[in-house]
């Protein structure tokens, strides 16, 4: 069984689109989280969810709105989608967000703008 | 604000050497460190983790890294690389402790056989 599942695992849209990204996890996790990486491979944090509510915001446009439904999944929706965008989303979950805790990170999400 | 440097972007080696992957960090007090890997086209995974107690930390795959206070410094080290250890090696550390990591640059590996 996967632990972190992401839907799709590939994305190609044209600018000014909306899309959305999935994630689900199955481990049981209280916090989830959104990373994109970029071409140069640079990871940084987009958001953060315990029980369903957001706890981190890192200054991330507000074209782009995470949805959690349940401690289960994670969606991020893109509004007009721009070049700059482009990059692998990564969904990631553990236990309760402590320091301490690992991180499990799922396959990862191409978007691909053009 | 803490942050964690790799300074080294790429490493080739000979399958077999030996491998030293550089972390340095930026905290005051003794911080929690990781170590991911991801291979072409996949997610992250640790590898292994310190937060506190023995320096010296065993992780999957034959890696150990070593926390050293007094060079800011949590390197990844194994005795003999394997082809399948080419990938992106990450080292990172949760600011404030919390709910978030802060990933260094990556270093890049390339074994040649």
């Known amino acids: 069984d996967t632990a972190v599942s992401q839907t799709p695992k590939y994305l190609v849209t044209q600018m000014g689109n909306d899309k959305s990204i999935k994630c689900e996890q199955n481990l049981g996790h209280d916090t989830m989280y959104w990373y994109k990486q970029d071409s140069k491979k640079f990871l940084k944090i987009m958001f953060s969810?315990?029980?369903?509510?957001?706890?981190i915001n890192e200054t991330v446009p507000n074209r782009f709105s995470p949805k959690s439904p349940d401690k289960a999944h994670l969606n991020l929706h893109i509004n007009s989608l721009e070049l700059g965008d482009s990059a692998v989303y990564f969904c990631a979950s553990s236990q309760d967000g402590r320091g301490t805790d690992t991180q499990y990170f799922g396959p990862g999400t191409r978007l691909t703008v053009l | 604000a803490q942050s964690v440097t790799q300074p080294d972007i790429h490493i080739t080696v000979s399958e077999g050497a030996s491998l030293e992957l550089r972390c340095n960090y930026s905290y005051g007090a003794t911080p929690y460190l990781f170590w991911y890997v991801q291979s072409p086209g996949q997610g992250l995974q640790l590898l292994l983790k310190y937060f506190s107690g023995d320096t010296l930390v065993q992780g999957i795959k034959g890696f150990e890294a070593e926390f050293k206070r007094s060079q800011s410094s949590f390197n990844l080290r194994k005795p003999s690389v394997h082809w399948s250890d080419a990938a992106e090696y990450f080292c990172?550390?949760?600011?404030?402790?919390?709910?978030?990591?802060?990933f260094g640059a990556g270093t890049r590996l390339a074994v040649h056989p």
């Open positions: 990172a550390v949760p600011p404030g402790g919390y709910n978030k990591l802060i």
């Open positions: 969810y315990n029980n369903k509510e957001l706890i």
